[in-house]
């Protein structure tokens, strides 16, 4: 069983930087692929960023590379997703999840979800 949390959502604007953070309980983190998505306003749940469970490999959207990075440090049990050169476009909730299967990310299907944090980027 994991427990997510989220947070560094809030209000920036176009072209700043902000990092989400996501806490998760349990002492068996490590074992666990860890994903962020988002989910805009009339939108489905979309697939961001991916990474591994000893962090050796990480998958990206295309709308992200290049932009937002992720890591995580098992030793505190978080992940993160730094974002840089926001865009209006990536306005939504950002949600951090957990599977102990490694693909499963790309179809949204993880076993465990946080409950999100909103990021506004104004133009």
């Known amino acids: 069983q994991v427990q997510l949390a989220e947070s560094g959502g809030g209000l920036v604007q176009a072209g700043d930087s902000l990092r989400l953070s996501c806490a998760a309980s349990?002492?068996?983190?490590?074992?666990?692929?860890m994903g962020w998505f988002r989910q805009a306003p009339g939108k489905e749940r979309e697939f961001v960023a991916a990474i591994n469970w000893r962090g050796s490999n990480t998958d990206y959207a295309d709308f992200v590379k290049g932009r937002f990075t992720i890591s995580r440090d098992n030793a505190k049990n978080t992940v993160y997703l730094q974002m840089n050169s926001l865009k209006p476009e990536d306005t939504a909730v950002y949600y951090c999840?957990?599977?102990?299967?490694?693909?499963?990310?790309?179809?949204?299907?993880?076993?465990?979800w946080g409950k999100g944090t909103l990021v506004t980027v104004s133009s």
């Open positions: 349990g002492r068996t983190f490590s074992y666990y692929t």
């Open positions: 999840a957990a599977d102990r299967r490694s693909s499963t990310y790309t179809t949204c299907d993880m076993g465990y």
